[in-house]
């Protein structure tokens, strides 16, 4: 189901775990089935809530992964230390249990094929995740809008999605991946090996020229510093759109 | 009622018994941080505290001057409205006591004010007689920005949005009047004996 | 970890947003009564580790929305904004 509907209030609802799948050590994707899930936009995200026997709630959002087109709603979470909802999500959680949650949510930090590109995606690390579920939908909707990832991890075996971001990138009309390594790389690394910066962005991103349409979305401080980034290269600020994920997104 | 998630439990310390638990709290082992604006960082050679009356400033202390003051070591237990409590956290300040002494004054409550736009109200009674500090030290070092370094209020018998980080002065006052959460439908006063979060609890 | 990570934005409370309008809110524009900008909800900063909810003017920090609750009644205060536009953005 491609568009969501416009939506009355948002309720909380129950999805039951159907697939978990460990994407690399510390990151879980959990795979839902939600009934009457109204459908999603790329971007958006759910907020999820957790209950204690003796009433205790801690409440935290997630990007949606999967795209619109897929029946079963993803979100991908990454384990954090100290992080009580993401240590029960990524540790406890099995299949069959069930999740409370409420969504879609969001509007500002969505892309759909039809609003056209060029598109260039910023990622940091688990701000990835919004951005796949656009690059899913990408796919599903058989886009060959010009598209460029470029995709921040402390390591190659902390890429999430690395081998489907592969397929995706090899396809005809794929979008082209650019990751960068920040903390260490495999023997025989040939490409960044340093946070994002402007200089990098220069190299890679779109020309500001063409009018890209921007999703940077990760940590404050890597959302930050990338939009000032693209700023300088002539970006205009309302063009890039952020999504800061907190340090307690566990 | 919310369903239940079989095997969470949250972050709370273990569970016991205990006294010193003011009701609906929990105990964490953390220190968790939590804002209602962006960090602000004043230069030390730019801060000052002051004690100002609804006409002027009466007394207004650098950095320097502020640390020659005598100050002492305290161990308290703290209590924030969102339900966690922190026992025998130590610091380091000056007493509220100290900073008023010489201050002729008919005050009855104070206007606490920080760096940005964040206040907080008390009554003068409840930071007289060692009961109340400017912290300018955690756990044995500086106080950390994020904790609201170099200095904050420290008033541990109330909730902790009372303690205002990155204080710069407070205002005596004639009255009360409700500072940032107050003004948002938090407590006047906020003892968390009582239970006191909301306004009208 | 640094305060600055404290800053999120607008997206961070779209879900306490729904909770007031049945609009989808991240994409209403908002102005700011300090500086007189107008952003998106979505690109102002957000602070959520709080007593409340605070929405900030990204260009002069001045408190846009102030979110509270109290048990199950969620109150929405307007300290520093002006107005609030849904629907598609004009070009005033």
């Known amino acids: 189901m491609a568009r969501a509907a416009v939506r009355g209030r948002l309720n909380w609802t129950l999805g039951e775990v159907v697939e978990l799948i460990d994407e690399t050590p510390r990151v879980r994707s959990i795979v839902l089935d939600v009934p009457d899930w109204p459908g999603h936009r790329a971007g958006q995200h759910v907020d999820l809530r957790l209950t204690a026997e003796d009433g205790y709630q801690a409440q935290r959002s997630y990007s949606i992964a999967s795209s619109p087109e897929d029946a079963r709603l993803t979100i991908t979470v990454e384990g954090l230390p100290d992080g009580e909802v993401s240590e029960y999500l990524v540790g406890e959680l099995r299949r069959g249990d069930k999740l409370e949650l409420r969504g879609p949510i969001g509007g500002f930090f969505v892309w759909e094929a039809v609003s056209g590109g060029p598109l260039l995606l910023v990622s940091g690390g688990s701000g990835i995740v919004p951005l796949m579920s656009m690059l899913r939908h990408r796919e599903a909707a058989d886009a060959t809008i010009p598209t460029k990832l470029v995709s921040s991890s402390r390591s190659w075996d902390e890429v999430i999605y690395r081998d489907e971001l592969e397929r995706l990138a090899a396809a005809a009309n794929g979008p082209e991946v650019i990751h960068t390594l920040t903390r260490s790389q495999p023997p025989g690394w040939t490409g960044y090996a340093r946070r994002v910066d402007g200089a990098m962005l220069a190299e890679v991103a779109w020309a500001a020229s063409s009018m890209p349409m921007t999703f940077v979305c990760g940590p404050t401080s890597f959302v930050e510093s990338v939009a000032a980034a693209l700023v300088l290269l002539g970006y205009p600020a309302t063009s890039v759109k952020t999504e800061r994920f907190g340090p307690t997104g566990g | 009622m919310a369903y239940i998630s079989r095997g969470f439990r949250g972050k709370r310390a273990k569970e016991r018994e205990d006294a010193r638990l003011p009701p609906g709290q929990y105990l964490v082992d953390g220190f968790p941080v939590l804002s209602a604006g962006p960090t602000p960082h004043t230069p030390l050679d730019e801060w000052t505290f002051s004690v100002d009356d609804e006409a002027a400033t009466l007394k207004t202390w650098s950095w320097e001057q502020f640390r020659a003051l005598p100050s002492e070591e305290i161990r308290v237990d703290i209590s924030c409205v969102t339900k966690w409590t922190k026992l025998d956290t130590a610091w380091e300040g000056v007493a509220i006591d100290t900073l008023l002494e010489g201050v002729e004054h008919r005050a009855t409550h104070l206007m606490a004010f920080s760096d940005g736009d964040y206040t907080t109200n008390l009554p003068v009674e409840d930071v007289l007689d060692g009961k109340a500090w400017v912290a300018f030290a955690y756990d044995g070092q500086p106080l950390e920005a994020e904790h609201g370094g170099p200095a904050r209020l420290l008033v541990p018998h109330l909730y902790f949005w009372k303690s205002a980080k990155w204080v710069r002065g407070f205002r005596l006052m004639d009255h009360d009047e409700p500072g940032f959460w107050e003004s948002y439908g938090y407590h006047i006063y906020g003892d968390p004996w009582r239970e006191q979060r909301y306004a009208g609890d | ?92």
Do not use: K
């Not at chain 3, 800053?7 to 729904?18: K, M, Q, S, T, W």
């Not at chain 3, 909770?19 to 952003?39: L, N, Q």
């Not at chain 3, 709080?50 to 003017?57: D, H, Y």
């Not at chain 3, 929405?76 to 609030?84: E, G, Q, V, Y």
């Open chain 3, 1 to 92: 970890m640094e305060g600055e990570e404290l800053r999120l934005d607008g997206n961070a409370i779209a879900g306490a947003l729904g909770e007031v309008f049945v609009e989808e809110m991240t994409s209403a524009r908002i102005a700011c009564e300090g500086c007189g900008s107008v952003e998106s909800v979505g690109a102002e900063h957000a602070y959520v580790q709080a007593p409340g909810i605070v929405l900030r003017c990204t260009h002069c920090d001045s408190a846009l929305l102030v979110m509270t609750r109290t048990g199950s009644r969620m109150r929405i205060w307007f300290p520093r904004s002006r107005w609030l536009e849904t629907g598609e953005p004009g070009n005033d």
